[in-house]
C-alpha cells in the first residue's frame, strides 16, 4: 500500500473508531439492561462478523446502479443481532416484489442497496416497484431503468425523482411507459 493509501487507511480507521466507540458502548449499555451478554450474540467476532455483513459488496455494476447486497448478508441486516431471517425469506419478498433482486451469471443473487434505508427496504422504493414490469424484466433491467437518467424526468433519473418529488403522477407515467415497453 503506498505512503497516502496508508494514511487514507489510518484517517479511515480512527474515523470509524470515533464514531463506532459511542455507539457500541450504547448498544453493549442496551443488551446489559435487557440481561443480553456478547456471549449470548455469538460473542465480539460474532458481532463484528453482524456489522460487517451490513457493508456493501463492490461489482463492476457499482458505477451505474450503485453497490449490493448478497442474500447472505440480507439474511444477517434484516434480521435481529443475533438471528437471522432465512435465505427463504429474502427470495419471498424478492417474489412478492417487495425487494428487488439482481441473478449473477453464477446464479446468485444481489441486491441493490439504493432501495434501503438503513436496515430497512424503502417504501417508497416498493411503492416504485409496484408500478413497473418486474415480472416481465429481469432485475438487472428495473435496476438500470431506475438508477439511470431519463427525459421524461427532467434528466434526473427515477430514484433521483422519488428522493425529490415523491412517487408523484410524473414519476408513475415514465413507470408506465416503461410497463407499456414490456408489453410490446
Known amino acids: 500500500m503506498g505512503t497516502m493509501a496508508a494514511g487514507a487507511a489510518a484517517q479511515l480507521d480512527e474515523r470509524l473508531g470515533e464514531a463506532l466507540r459511542p455507539r457500541v458502548r450504547a448498544y453493549l449499555a442496551r443488551l446489559d439492561r435487557a440481561g443480553v451478554s456478547v ?5 465480539v467476532e460474532a458481532l463484528v462478523d453482524y ?29 435481529v443481532p443475533g438471528e437471522q431471517i432465512t ?7 424478492r417474489d412478492r416484489g417487495t425487494l ?11 441486491y441493490p442497496t439504493f432501495q ?16 413497473l414490469p418486474t415480472d416481465r424484466f429481469d432485475g438487472w433491467t428495473v435496476a438500470a431503468w431506475i438508477t439511470g437518467p431519463r427525459r421524461d424526468l427532467d434528466g434526473a ?15 408513475r407515467q415514465a413507470a408506465s411507459r416503461f410497463r407499456s415497453r414490456a408489453a410490446a
Request: charged residues 30%; contains cysteine.
Open 87 to 93: 435465505g427463504v425469506a429474502v427470495r419471498d419478498r
Open 100 to 110: 428487488l433482486g439482481c441473478r449473477t451469471a453464477d446464479g446468485k443473487w444481489v
Open 157 to 171: 433519473s427515477p430514484l433521483r425523482w422519488l428522493d425529490t418529488h415523491g412517487l408523484d403522477d410524473r414519476l
Open 51 to 79: 456489522m460487517v455483513s451490513a457493508l456493501p459488496t463492490p461489482d463492476v455494476w457499482n458505477d451505474r446502479i450503485g453497490p449490493f447486497y448478497t442474500t447472505g448478508q440480507l439474511t444477517r441486516m434484516l434480521g
Open 116 to 131: 434501503f434505508r438503513g436496515r430497512r427496504v424503502r417504501d417508497d422504493v416498493i411503492g416504485l416497484l409496484r408500478q
Open 39 to 43: 456471549a449470548d450474540l455469538g460473542g
